[in-house]
T-cell receptor, first 114, second 111 residues
């Protein structure tokens, strides 16, 4: 089955630690995105990548880093510089650059800083 | 900047019809999308309107008025499983195909 997988589902981090969230898709989609969702809030864009080896900052990129070495993979690292990292992180992908293209979301990773 | 406004909560009973409104401010409008998210789950795509008018997909319909920067999602014959959060979204300016989402409307359907 085609889809997007994220791991782990739950992640606990101590303050000062970097953690990496995995996002893999087998949909052959070109574009991938990372969003952050806080309770009762909408999704906010962290980073996006339209093509392999290229990515751009979104609205709340500070304290995060990404890589896009393969079309299928777009991992997100939450660094110690992110002051309030506890949130629900969602990865998504889109087939191409066409307007209105549906975004497909992974199941999410819930990160908690202890 | 870009922003979307939608009501935070809506309640209804099974079998009823509910309308969730969304007003937006954006540069370079490319259409309005709607997503559904059940508690703790992933958002799923419901509809997309690029042109004015009503798009119907089963029990769900979506409407757009570009001149009013306004759209709505209409849910008919409500079922308990429709209890979820609903987000409107527009394409983020200067961010490729990334989306800007509203804060979401929580729909509670009771029997």
């Amino acid at each position: 089955d085609g889809g997007i997988t994220q791991s782990p589902k739950y992640l606990f981090r101590k303050e000062g630690q970097n953690v990496t969230l995995s996002c893999e898709q087998n949909l052959n989609h070109d574009a991938m995105y990372w969003y952050r969702q806080d309770p009762g809030q909408g999704l906010r864009l962290i980073y996006y990548s339209q093509i392999v080896n290229d990515f751009q900052k979104g609205d709340i990129a500070e304290g995060y880093s990404v890589s896009r070495e393969k079309k299928e993979s777009f991992p997100l690292t939450v660094t110690s510089a992110q002051k309030n990292p506890t949130a629900f992180y969602l990865c998504a992908s889109t087939l191409g650059a066409g307007v209105g293209n549906e975004q497909f979301f992974g199941p999410g990773t819930r990160l908690t800083v202890l | 900047g870009q922003s979307l406004e939608q009501p935070s909560e809506v309640t209804a009973v099974e079998g009823a019809i509910v309308q969730i409104n969304c007003t937006y401010q954006t540069s370079g409008f490319y259409g309005l999308s709607w997503y559904q998210q059940h508690d703790g789950g992933a958002p799923t795509f419901l509809s997309y309107n690029a042109l004015d008018g009503l798009e119907e997909t089963g029990r769900f319909s979506s409407f757009l008025s570009r001149s009013d920067s306004y759209g709505y999602l209409l849910l008919q014959e409500l079922q308990m499983k429709d209890s979820a959060s609903y987000f409107c979204a527009v394409r983020a300016a200067g961010a490729g195909t990334a989306l800007i989402f509203g804060k979401g409307t929580t729909l509670s359907v009771s029997s």
